[in-house]
């Protein structure tokens, strides 16, 4: 799998890019709880890294606890 597809939690503009994409606004609150949201899907998965889809998938099922 090519590393493009990888979320990585350590860039603030790919959180930045995960919260656009799904209609969010880009604060550190949000950042900070996509991170959160992020570590939670890792482990639910068994994964040590998830793609961009896994996290957006994650989101929708979230997305109340967003601003």
Not at 12 to 39: F, P, V, W
């Amino acid at each position: 799998m090519k590393d493009k597809k990888h979320v990585n939690f350590g860039e603030e503009y790919e959180l930045n890019n995960r919260l656009r994409a799904n209609g969010l606004r880009q604060t550190q609150e949000n950042r900070d709880k996509l991170t959160e949201l992020g570590n939670k899907t890792k482990e639910k998965l068994e994964k040590r890294v998830i793609t961009h889809e896994d996290l957006d998938n994650a989101l929708k099922q979230e997305k109340d606890k967003f601003d």
